[in-house]
């Protein structure tokens, strides 16, 4: 209804408002704009080789701007809230295991430890999960110890989340969004001077290819680095880093094959990670052959 009264409106000024009106309606945006998109990129640029930073274990080259202090209150602020939140167990076997474990990983981590405040909770959930923070905040839910079967499966779990702490994955992936938004705004202002419809679609290619092919992608790097990460700290830790691969069997079935195409995921696949244990398992043996005389392998 709208629509109309602003048409009839126009149509009651007489011939030179209908012929302004004609002449508005049937105005086409300009093309992309280059050369605004190439100053957005160059300092897309700039901000990613100023701020590369090494990553422990692996020597990657990330891009990283928070400092580890700030990185550790951050950690620290949203742990207590997780825990305020749920629901801690504070005793009993699950709980003295899961700090044994976690002590045990944090004492081989040593020598990349930047100065973390180790702790370790159980907190009661049926989810199978287990995360650890920057700062080495580590919780371990219920829900998967079932899962983890055994000492060595879960120490390949706490090892693997405590590798994205080790690692600064959290302050990676805040850097990594603050390039995606600056590459944003460079398209978003390119495509200023085209016509709507034009920069709808300019904007969703950008978001398909920022996510499938830039977010996605790392965050899946994110979790194959710690799976390294954990297997090299099972291993100084004298956990059988063979068991890696037979936990990803046993989590492949606690999911029920319900976990989406790995191109979709955050995660790579069960697949994907027990070939990659596989392939790196020669490496693991021999740290654990080195760090435990008592329990020589081959």
């Given at each position: 209804?709208?629509r109309?009264s602003?048409y009839n409106?126009?149509?009651?000024?007489?011939g030179?408002?209908r012929?302004?009106?004609r002449?508005?309606?049937?105005?086409?945006?300009?093309?992309?704009?280059?050369?605004?998109?190439?100053?957005?990129?160059l300092?897309?640029?700039?901000?990613?080789m100023?701020?590369?930073?090494?990553?422990?274990?692996?020597g990657?080259k990330?891009l990283r701007?928070?400092?580890?202090?700030?990185?550790?209150?951050?950690?620290?602020?949203?742990?207590?809230?997780?825990?305020?939140d749920?629901?801690?167990?504070?005793?009993?076997?699950?709980?003295?295991?899961?700090?044994?474990v976690?002590?045990?990983?944090?004492?081989?981590?040593a020598?990349?430890?930047?100065?973390f405040d180790?702790n370790?909770?159980?907190?009661d959930?049926?989810?199978?999960?287990?995360?650890?923070?920057?700062?080495g905040?580590t919780?371990v839910?219920?829900?998967?110890?079932?899962?983890?079967a055994?000492?060595d499966?879960l120490?390949?779990?706490?090892g693997?989340?405590?590798g994205h702490?080790?690692a600064?994955?959290?302050a990676?992936r805040?850097?990594?969004?603050n390039?995606q938004?600056?590459?944003?705004?460079g398209?978003?202002?390119?495509?200023?001077?085209?016509?709507?419809?034009?920069?709808?679609?300019?904007?969703?290619?950008?978001?398909?290819v920022?996510?499938?092919?830039?977010?996605?992608?790392f965050?899946?790097s994110?979790?194959?680095?710690?799976?390294?990460?954990?297997?090299?700290?099972m291993?100084?830790?004298?956990y059988?880093?063979?068991?890696?691969?037979k936990?990803?069997?046993?989590?492949?079935?606690?999911?029920?094959g319900?976990?989406?195409?790995?191109?979709?995921?955050?995660?790579p696949s069960?697949?994907t990670?027990?070939a990659?244990f596989?392939?790196?398992?020669?490496?693991a043996?021999?740290?654990?052959?080195?760090?435990c005389?008592?329990n020589i392998?081959?």
């Amino acid at each position: 209804m709208r629509r109309r009264s602003v048409y009839n409106t126009r149509a009651n000024l007489g011939g030179r408002g209908r012929g302004l009106g004609r002449r508005t309606m049937g105005r086409r945006g300009g093309g992309f704009r280059w050369k605004i998109m190439l100053l957005f990129a160059l300092g897309a640029g700039v901000y990613y080789m100023a701020n590369q930073k090494s990553v422990p274990f692996t020597g990657r080259k990330q891009l990283r701007t928070m400092k580890p202090a700030a990185e550790m209150q951050l950690g620290l602020q949203s742990y207590q809230q997780i825990l305020n939140d749920s629901q801690v167990r504070t005793r009993g076997p699950i709980v003295d295991k899961v700090r044994e474990v976690g002590i045990n990983i944090a004492k081989a981590a040593a020598p990349e430890d930047p100065g973390f405040d180790w702790n370790f909770n159980v907190i009661d959930s049926n989810q199978v999960n287990a995360f650890a923070l920057p700062g080495g905040y580590t919780a371990v839910y219920t829900g998967i110890i079932p899962v983890a079967a055994n000492d060595d499966g879960l120490a390949a779990i706490m090892g693997h989340e405590i590798g994205h702490a080790l690692a600064h994955h959290g302050a990676e992936r805040m850097a990594q969004q603050n390039l995606q938004r600056i590459v944003g705004a460079g398209v978003a202002m390119g495509a200023g001077g085209m016509d709507v419809g034009a920069q709808r679609a300019v904007m969703g290619v950008f978001g398909g290819v920022s996510k499938y092919g830039f977010a996605l992608p790392f965050s899946r790097s994110h979790e194959s680095e710690a799976d390294y990460i954990g297997l090299v700290l099972m291993a100084r830790a004298c956990y059988d880093p063979r068991e890696a691969p037979k936990l990803w069997e046993r989590m492949k079935q606690a999911s029920g094959g319900n976990a989406p195409q790995e191109f979709a995921s955050t995660h790579p696949s069960p697949e994907t990670r027990i070939a990659d244990f596989k392939r790196l398992m020669p490496e693991a043996i021999a740290i654990y052959n080195q760090n435990c005389r008592n329990n020589i392998s081959n």
